[in-house]
């Protein structure tokens, strides 16, 4: 929206600031701090007064869980607020990915808020069906997917870049759609199954986010997509105050999600950054290096798959509990041992993306 005071600059002078990508991220992720700040306490207060009891606690979980019933969950309300809020803010909204990101991350939380609602309401971990969450995602994913190809270069549309490789590019056609829908759908599932302790979940979607608002910085600007060979896609920098805004108002939410934590983020916050997470990915044509950046939410996912699969085969686990992190907590690590390992981990591996744009 500040954008547009562009208009009353004659190319110089304080606003034509508003036309660097950089000033305006920088103004989206203080404005997205400022508002988690702000309001953070206040909805906090709400939600308890809302809930009550609190979101439920998994009585097979483990046992140091239990100490933390009564705390209220949906704050990733506050995340989302405060990147709505910036996004409109600071971003130019006669760009088209920054609306097919939004539609994503909106839709995801909405499917989150219900299902949070109904977990809170019924007071058990069980909410909305597994198959009308995953089915509303299926649609949105692909809405997202066919949006995005549709504002892609034409020399790329349905085209799957693959790292390293500068000029290679893979012909997907319209199995495009059904792979974006796999890969923002599995980010968005990926990053819930993730959030199971405090401060777990949203240190590494902030690291994965600044990486790929560095890529989405570089692939929308042709001298920099020239000079380390990547695909140029106009239009997706505009995503950088996008990322800047996720990454302020994850940081307002992580000051009362710091141990012990005050609020959860619910599948109101996790299904929404990642669904956003792999929507920026589709945009940037950087879907593979999202399995890089995001290993840590890959291995999450997949501890999963692997012990479901593997006890309904054989009856016994891989794992003392799925997902991973609670794996280590019937180990006995305790868990700010786990979630700050777990930081550094997300931080390497984001080091390791990064490292994609240059070898060439």
């Given at each position: 929206m500040l954008y547009w005071l562009t208009e009353l600059s004659d190319g110089g002078g304080v606003l034509n600031l508003f036309r660097y990508i950089t000033f305006r991220a920088g103004g989206a992720f203080l404005t997205a701090l400022l508002f988690g700040f702000i309001f953070g306490l206040p909805l906090i207060n709400v939600l308890r007064r809302k809930q009550g009891k609190g979101q439920p606690i998994r009585s097979d979980g483990p046992e140091g869980h239990f100490a933390k019933a009564g705390t209220p969950t949906m704050g990733g309300l506050l995340i989302v607020g405060a990147l709505l809020t910036s996004t409109l803010l600071w971003a130019r909204l006669d760009n088209p990915f920054i609306w097919m990101v939004l539609f994503v991350t909106l839709a995801f939380a909405l499917i989150g808020f219900a299902d949070d609602y109904a977990k809170v309401r019924k007071q058990t971990s069980a909410g909305v069906s597994g198959k009308l969450r995953l089915a509303l995602g299926l649609l949105v994913a692909a809405i997202a997917g066919y949006w995005a190809a549709m504002?892609?270069?034409?020399?790329?549309?349905?085209?799957?870049?693959?790292?390293?490789?500068?000029?290679?590019?893979?012909?997907?056609?319209?199995?495009?759609?059904?792979?974006?829908?796999?890969?923002?759908?599995?980010?968005?599932?990926?990053?819930?199954?993730?959030?199971?302790?405090?401060?777990?979940?949203?240190?590494?979607?902030?690291?994965?986010?600044?990486?790929?608002?560095?890529?989405?910085?570089?692939?929308?600007?042709?001298?920099?997509?020239?000079?380390?060979?990547?695909?140029?896609?106009?239009?997706?920098?505009?995503?950088?105050?996008?990322?800047?805004?996720?990454?302020?108002?994850?940081?307002?939410?992580?000051?009362?999600?710091?141990?012990?934590?005050?609020?959860?983020?619910?599948?109101?916050g996790s299904l929404a950054l990642g669904g956003a997470l792999g929507a920026i990915a589709v945009a940037t044509k950087h879907e593979i290096v999202l399995a890089i950046v995001g290993g840590l939410f890959v291995v999450e996912a997949l501890s999963v798959i692997i012990q479901v699969l593997y006890f309904k085969r054989t009856g016994r686990r891989v794992f003392l509990m799925a997902p991973i992190h609670h794996h280590y907590e019937k180990k006995g690590w305790a868990e700010p041992q786990i979630v700050i390992r777990f930081w550094i981990i997300s931080l390497i591996l984001a080091m390791i993306g990064l490292a994609t744009l240059k070898v060439r």
């Open positions: 504002y892609h270069p034409a020399d790329m549309q349905f085209q799957l870049a693959v790292p390293v490789f500068k000029d290679v590019l893979i012909n997907l056609s319209y199995v495009f759609i059904p792979f974006a829908v796999i890969v923002i759908v599995g980010a968005a599932n990926a990053v819930n199954l993730t959030d199971g302790l405090d401060g777990l979940a949203i240190m590494p979607v902030m690291i994965a986010a600044a990486t790929f608002g560095v890529i989405a910085y570089f692939v929308g600007r042709v001298d920099f997509t020239t000079e380390l060979g990547l695909h140029y896609v106009p239009g997706t920098g505009e995503l950088t105050v996008f990322v800047a805004g996720l990454i302020g108002g994850g940081l307002g939410f992580l000051w009362y999600n710091a141990p012990p934590a005050a609020v959860f983020m619910g599948d109101t």
